[in-house]
C-alpha cells in the first residue's frame, strides 16, 4: 500500500511547517477559467444525461438505471466543486464561492452552509480522538468497544457493516439527514441552519417544476437511482481516504496537523476516468494538508514535489481490503477488523493460561 519513499510518523513530524507550507502556496490560487469550465463540464453533461433518462422511461427502466451511473458520477463532480467552494478555493470571490457552492448543493441535496460547518470541523480535527463524531465516520478505539455494553457494541457492528455504512446510510444521510440540521449545536450561525431549510424549498421547487411535466413518478424514478449511486460513491470515497491500516490517530497535546494530513489521508490512486468524476480528491493528504488548493491543481501539487509522495497509496483492489476495518488498535497504531480483535483476545487469553499454569 507504500510508496518506496514511505518514512516514519517521527520523521515526517520532523518537516518544518515553514517548508510545507512553501510548498503549496504556489498551488492556492484559483483560475476561474479553469472554475468555469469545470463547473461547465459537471452541469450541462448532468441536465442532457437526466433529459436521456427522462426519454428512456418510455423505452426501459433498465437503461434508465444504466444512465444513472454517469448522472450519478456528474452529481460527484457537483460535490467537489460545492466543496471547494466551502474551503473557499474554487473561487477568489467569496460571493462566487458561496453562490456556486449553494447552486450546487441542491443538485448534489446538500445543504450548503451547513455541511461546510460540518466539514470545517472535519479538517479542523482529523485524526484527533477526542474530537471524533462530527463530519466524519466514526471510529471506536479496541479499548472502547471491549468496554462498551452488548448493546453499544452491536449498534457500533450494524453502523461499521459495509451493507449499512455503504449502502443505506449514505442514502439515510443525503435523503433524510441533510434535510435537517441534526448536528448543529447553539454556537452555530442562523444563517448555517436556515440553509437546510433554503435547501429544502429549492430542491422542492425543482421537484414540483420538474414533475409538472413529466410526473412525480417519473421524476423520483430518475433522480432516487441517481442519488442512492452518488451518495454512496461519496460515501465510501470519504471513507477509504480515512480508514485504511496504517491510518494516523493520535490524543492531545501528541496529535500533529502535518501528520493527520499525510498520515491519516491517503492517496487514492484512481484511473483517469475515475479520477475526473471525483474531481481529483484521491490526492486527499494533500487537501488535508491545504484545503485552499482547487481540486484541478491537486495533482500537479503532488507530481512536483516528492514530500507529498510519502503519503500511503491505495488502489482500487487496495481499498476493497479496508472494508473490514473497524478499530483503532492505539497499542499498535493500526486500523484492524473485528476478527482481528477476536484473534488477539484468543491470544492473549492462552498466554494468561499458560502463565497461570506456569
Given at each position: 500500500?507504500?510508496?518506496?519513499?514511505?518514512?516514519?510518523?517521527?520523521?515526517?513530524?520532523?518537516?518544518?511547517?515553514?517548508?510545507?507550507?512553501?510548498?503549496?502556496?504556489?498551488?492556492?490560487?484559483?483560475?476561474?477559467?479553469?472554475?468555469?469550465?469545470?463547473?461547465?463540464?459537471?452541469?450541462?453533461?448532468?441536465?442532457?444525461?437526466?433529459?436521456?433518462?427522462?426519454?428512456?422511461?418510455?423505452?426501459?427502466?433498465?437503461?434508465?438505471?444504466?444512465?444513472?451511473?454517469?448522472?450519478?458520477?456528474?452529481?460527484?463532480?457537483?460535490?467537489?466543486?460545492?466543496?471547494?467552494?466551502?474551503?473557499?478555493?474554487?473561487?477568489?470571490?467569496?460571493?462566487?464561492?458561496?453562490?456556486?457552492?449553494?447552486?450546487?448543493?441542491?443538485?448534489t441535496l446538500t445543504p450548503y452552509l451547513y455541511w461546510r460547518k460540518s466539514h470545517a470541523i472535519h479538517h479542523a480535527h482529523a485524526s484527533n480522538l477526542e474530537e471524533r463524531g462530527i463530519g466524519d465516520i466514526y471510529t471506536m478505539t479496541v479499548s472502547e468497544y471491549i468496554q462498551a455494553s452488548k448493546w453499544g457494541k452491536l449498534k457500533y457492528r450494524v453502523y461499521r457493516n459495509p451493507f449499512f455504512l455503504f449502502g443505506l446510510a449514505p442514502s439515510i444521510l443525503f435523503l433524510i439527514l441533510h434535510r435537517i440540521p441534526y448536528s448543529a449545536s447553539k454556537s452555530w450561525k442562523p444563517e448555517e441552519r436556515a440553509s437546510v431549510h433554503w435547501n429544502n424549498l429549492a430542491i422542492a421547487a425543482i421537484a414540483v417544476a420538474v414533475s409538472?411535466?413529466?410526473?412525480?413518478?417519473?421524476?423520483?424514478?430518475?433522480?432516487?437511482?441517481?442519488?442512492?449511486?452518488?451518495?454512496?460513491?461519496?460515501?465510501?470515497?470519504?471513507?477509504?481516504?480515512?480508514?485504511?491500516?496504517?491510518?494516523?490517530?493520535?490524543?492531545?497535546?501528541?496529535?500533529?496537523?502535518?501528520?493527520?494530513?499525510?498520515?491519516?489521508?491517503?492517496?487514492?490512486?484512481?484511473?483517469?476516468?475515475?479520477?475526473?468524476?471525483?474531481?481529483?480528491?484521491?490526492?486527499?493528504?494533500?487537501?488535508?494538508?491545504?484545503?485552499?488548493?482547487?481540486?484541478?491543481?491537486?495533482?500537479?501539487?503532488?507530481?512536483?514535489?516528492?514530500?507529498?509522495?510519502?503519503?500511503?497509496?491505495?488502489?482500487?483492489?487496495?481499498?476493497?481490503?479496508?472494508?473490514?476495518?473497524?478499530?483503532?488498535?492505539?497499542?499498535?497504531?493500526?486500523?484492524?477488523?473485528?476478527?482481528?480483535?477476536?484473534?488477539?483476545?484468543?491470544?492473549?487469553?492462552?498466554?494468561?493460561?499458560?502463565?497461570?499454569?506456569?
Open positions: 500500500m507504500k510508496l518506496d519513499l514511505q518514512v516514519s510518523h517521527e520523521t515526517e513530524s520532523e518537516i518544518p511547517k515553514s517548508m510545507w507550507t512553501k510548498m503549496v502556496a504556489q498551488y492556492q490560487q484559483p483560475d476561474v477559467r479553469a472554475s468555469i469550465w469545470q463547473v461547465i463540464t459537471s452541469f450541462v453533461p448532468f441536465f442532457v444525461v437526466w433529459y436521456l433518462m427522462a426519454l428512456s422511461l418510455q423505452y426501459s427502466y433498465i437503461l434508465t438505471l444504466l444512465l444513472a451511473f454517469p448522472a450519478a458520477g456528474f452529481v460527484t463532480r457537483m460535490f467537489i466543486i460545492q466543496h471547494d467552494c466551502g474551503h473557499a478555493s474554487f473561487f477568489q470571490s467569496r460571493f462566487a464561492n458561496n453562490l456556486v457552492g449553494t447552486v450546487a448543493g441542491v443538485f409538472y411535466f413529466i410526473g412525480f413518478k417519473a421524476f423520483f424514478m430518475i433522480e432516487i437511482p441517481i442519488m442512492v449511486i452518488a451518495a454512496s460513491a461519496g460515501t465510501w470515497m470519504f471513507y477509504v481516504q480515512h480508514q485504511f491500516e496504517d491510518t494516523y490517530w493520535a490524543s492531545k497535546p501528541d496529535w500533529d496537523y502535518a501528520l493527520a494530513a499525510m498520515q491519516g489521508s491517503s492517496y487514492y490512486r484512481l484511473p483517469k476516468v475515475l479520477q475526473w468524476f471525483t474531481g481529483n480528491i484521491g490526492f486527499h493528504h494533500i487537501h488535508h494538508l491545504s484545503p485552499r488548493i482547487p481540486n484541478y491543481r491537486l495533482e500537479q501539487c503532488h507530481t512536483e514535489n516528492p514530500l507529498f509522495q510519502r503519503a500511503v497509496v491505495l488502489t482500487i483492489l487496495d481499498s476493497l481490503k479496508t472494508a473490514v476495518l473497524t478499530l483503532w488498535d492505539e497499542e499498535r497504531k493500526k486500523l484492524i477488523s473485528f476478527g482481528e480483535l477476536k484473534a488477539l483476545k484468543k491470544s492473549a487469553g492462552m498466554v494468561n493460561a499458560k502463565a497461570t499454569a506456569g
